[in-house]
């Protein structure tokens, strides 16, 4: 069965259309749904697309957090969806508190666009398994993706296993050279508790096909179609 | 219902990093200012109505609860008076 996945555009939302091609690429098909009136009935997962959502207006996010949309996503959690948010949409994702900690000026006051290295840490979510170990190589576009948290937090979700992906050298290493905007413990994603909900600096869509520059992108939503098959997205709903 | 001016002032807390202030710190510099340290943040000002300054003040402490500042990264602190 083909993987339906929900794309969610907000005003500033600027990613929605690179994810729908990118996803038809992996054979899913993709709805752009407008955030005041998003449905996810019947989709098999959302995505919160990159941008700059009302401007970055207040906080990186935060005003897309009190968007009905919210309120949809949080519903669609409670029922184990699959939800992936990528750069404004990790913000976002953030903001609206289903993944823990916040999004930060990067410690260098510098906006980075560039290719950054990350290292899959955990498999246990429908955007990563099978891929634990491995180091993809994809493009970063912010000025504000320093994670931070208290401490407590940082070390539950280490403990936990919710970081996702953590900046590498191309070797794998998480040096303070491969950190690019100073985040906390190198972290570029990571995951709420039950693995269903996923977010990351990084942009996936942007590297799906060589014409791009790179293809690893792909594999995160080659993992979640394939987690479809395998029944890892239905089985997250417990 | 009596109109009533609420002054929000968001700031990074204290273990958070201001890149933003570090910057300006360094501008001061440049011009010969001898600074210690800058912390910046901002400062948002509403104006609507309530049934009395208690009211008032419950209103505005939730507007920085929801939406104004994140309680991970940022503190505030809220002033009220009648206009």
């Not at chain 2, 890149?19 to 340290?37: C, F, T, Y």
């Amino acid at each position: 069965m083909t993987t339906r996945v929900a794309v969610l555009r907000f005003p500033g939302t600027w990613s929605e259309t690179d994810f729908a091609h990118a996803l038809s690429l992996v054979g899913a098909e993709a709805d752009i749904l407008w955030h005041a009136d998003a449905d996810l009935r019947g989709y098999d997962a959302a995505i919160v697309p990159g941008g700059f959502t009302y401007g970055d207006y207040l906080r990186a996010g935060a005003i897309a957090a009190i968007s009905p949309a919210a309120d949809e996503l949080r519903r669609a959690d409670r029922e184990g969806m699959p939800i992936l948010g990528s750069c404004n949409g990790f913000q976002i994702l953030c903001e609206i508190g289903l993944l823990p900690g916040a999004l930060v000026r990067n410690r260098h006051g510098e906006f980075r666009c560039e290719w950054v290295h990350t290292r899959i840490e955990s498999d246990r979510t429908p955007f990563t398994a099978g891929l634990r170990g491995e180091v993809l190589r994809m493009p970063i576009s912010h000025g504000e993706g320093c994670w931070v948290s208290d401490d407590r937090t940082l070390a539950r979700i280490e403990a936990n296993g919710q970081v996702v992906f953590r900046y590498t050298d191309p070797r794998g290493a998480a040096t303070l050279e491969a950190n690019p905007n100073g985040s906390t413990a190198n972290i570029a994603g990571l995951a709420n508790e039950n693995g269903n909900v996923v977010g990351l600096m990084p942009h996936p869509e942007r590297c799906s096909e060589e014409l791009l520059g790179g293809t690893d992108g792909r594999r995160v939503l080659e993992a979640l179609t394939a987690s479809r098959h395998t029944g890892m997205v239905s089985a997250s709903v417990q | 219902m009596t109109g009533y001016v609420a002054t929000i002032r968001v700031r990074p807390k204290a273990e958070i990093r201001d890149p933003q202030g570090e910057a300006v710190a360094g501008a001061l510099r440049s011009l010969g200012v001898d600074v210690a340290d800058v912390r910046t943040g901002k400062e948002i000002v509403v104006r609507f109505s309530a049934e009395g300054l208690p009211e008032a003040s419950a209103k505005a402490q939730q507007m920085g609860d929801e939406l104004l500042a994140n309680p991970v990264i940022e503190e505030f602190a809220v002033e009220v008076a009648a206009e």
